[in-house]
């Protein structure tokens, strides 16, 4: 068995998942016509799969309705082996805070400077929507991540996308536990400022501020960690997460 | 509510106990015979638990008489690779990527000129001496470049931003080592000379307690860098990667 063979065999497999000609739930083909189709020996196909499943492209089942079934690669997939990294790391809440800080900030910049009316009008209806469900704060706080969420996906940038949702995945974890661990006088006044700021950003990328956008979108991250810390509960993603 | 499978529940916990360094890497796991026996489980869902960590790259199975599982650091490399394949899957542009890169350094150094000593700036200044002399080596340069680039993430005070940069580097420097194969000799040597003032004017900026310019400049850089790297023929980040 060449190493390499395998390798060209799986890259080849590999873009054909890439450019979703094979998807979701499909299952190979039986071994002896991949075998045919690739004209490669069996030991050399099998690590070819094994490099596949390292990867979390496939996955083999045995029993009936065994096979190699494909996956195609998914944001959560990825949050899942970024958060592993994160807890190795030793990484902090306040730490992840900073990071969503980083990300994020640029991405309020870049819309205000594209948006377009349409995608203002969606912004606004969504701070709105925050606004009128004050009295209850853990349906708000949902509105609230939801509302970050729709900014990154309308700044435009596919690959701070997927960095924001690493980071955005345990920050919906701090956040939830931050409104479980406190009386509702604490965080009800905060995730209401919450909402404030949410309007106050749209006046701003209306008016096409991308430095008061980029601004305030960091200092509004930085408030939401502070008031996560002073909450006490887990400092490290570990905690949180394991 | 779903159950999850027992072995999901037996990876989680090894998982747990890898993260938090009780399984320091390079160990192995205590015996399959010993670990069925503390699970209470079958084999054959002890190894599908093994099957999902080796899947995740934080145990590597090696098989045979004097085989069993092998503990792996989580290095982030998994965490890159998949990334990686994810955003091909979506169709990203390489630009994008580069985009993305422009935004999080940026970040980095405005975190870098607002933190409290000057030892992160102290940090960046000591790679810089060893640009000087490999100007003329494009791949050692290109070594050097993305250290350069890594530093400047690293040493932002944020653990969470130097994991997520460091994959986006590994997909800018694979992409590099294209670009330098595909051109030919002494092609990058000008833009390396270039790079390099560039790299001192940042630190020296940084240095100089002026942090607004040193964004300013370095948000520069790095546009001119996509430029050139990426220039008017913008391909899609599988047709480079895969």
Redesign the interface.
């Known amino acids: 068995m060449s190493v390499k063979a395998a390798e060209v065999v799986a890259?080849a497999l590999?873009?054909r998942?890439?450019?979703?000609e094979l998807q979701e739930g499909d299952v190979l083909p039986p071994e002896d016509i991949l075998l045919a189709d690739l004209g490669v020996s069996k030991p050399t196909l099998r690590q070819a799969i094994r490099i596949l499943?390292?990867?979390?492209?496939v996955t083999v089942r045995r029993g009936a309705r065994g096979g190699i079934h494909v996956s195609?690669?998914?944001?959560e997939?990825?949050a899942?082996?970024?958060a592993?990294?994160?807890?190795?790391?030793?990484?902090t809440i306040s730490?992840?805070f900073?990071?969503a800080?980083?990300?994020e900030?640029?991405c309020a910049a870049?819309l205000a400077r594209s948006r377009t009316t349409g995608q203002l009008e969606r912004l606004r209806i969504a701070a709105e929507a925050e606004a009128a469900m004050r009295d209850d704060a853990q349906r708000l706080l949902e509105l609230e991540n939801d509302f970050h969420r729709l900014m990154i996906d309308m700044a435009g940038?596919?690959?701070?996308r997927?960095?924001c949702e690493?980071?955005r995945v345990v920050i919906d974890a701090a956040t939830r536990r931050y409104l479980a661990g406190t009386r509702p006088d604490v965080h009800g006044p905060a995730v209401q400022a919450g909402a404030r700021t949410h309007l106050r950003v749209v006046d701003l990328i209306e008016r096409r501020d991308a430095d008061g956008a980029e601004a305030l979108w960091r200092k509004h991250i930085r408030a939401t960690a502070a008031q996560v810390k002073r909450a006490g509960g887990p400092d490290m993603v570990?905690d949180l997460l394991? | 509510m779903t159950v999850p499978k027992a072995s999901a529940l037996i990876a989680a916990n090894l998982r747990r106990r890898i993260v938090t360094g009780d399984l320091a890497a390079g160990q192995m796991l205590p015996s399959e015979t010993s670990l069925m026996a503390e699970f209470g489980v079958s084999r054959p869902t002890l190894r599908e638990a093994f099957r999902i960590l080796e899947a995740e790259s934080i145990i590597t199975v090696v098989r045979g008489p004097r085989g069993g599982a092998r503990v792996l650091a989580p290095d982030g490399a998994m965490a890159a690779r998949y990334t990686g394949t994810l955003l091909q899957y979506q169709g990203t542009p390489l630009s994008d990527v580069y985009r993305a890169r422009t935004e999080i350094e940026v970040s980095a150094v405005g975190m870098i000129a607002a933190a409290r000593g000057k030892s992160p700036v102290r940090a960046l200044a000591a790679v810089l001496g060893d640009g000087d002399a490999i100007v003329d080596d494009e791949a050692a340069f290109a070594e050097y470049s993305l250290r350069f680039h890594l530093a400047v993430v690293e040493n932002a005070g944020s653990t969470t931003l130097a994991v997520l940069g460091r994959m986006l580097f590994e997909i800018i420097d694979t992409h590099n080592a294209l670009f330098i194969a595909s051109h030919p000799p002494g092609f990058e040597r000008p833009v390396n000379r270039t790079a390099q003032r560039a790299y001192r004017k940042l630190v020296n900026l940084l240095d100089g307690g002026d942090g607004l310019a040193a964004q300013r400049h370095w948000r520069r850089h790095l546009e001119a860098v996509e430029k050139f790297m990426v220039g008017q023929s913008d391909t899609a980040l599988v047709e480079v990667l895969s």
């Open positions: 890259a590999r873009r998942i890439i450019l979703g499943e390292s990867e979390s492209l195609v690669p998914r944001i997939t990825a899942g082996y970024a592993t990294v994160l807890e190795f790391r030793e990484t730490d992840l900073e990071a800080a980083a990300l900030g640029p870049m940038n596919a690959t701070l997927v960095l690493m980071v570990l394991g």
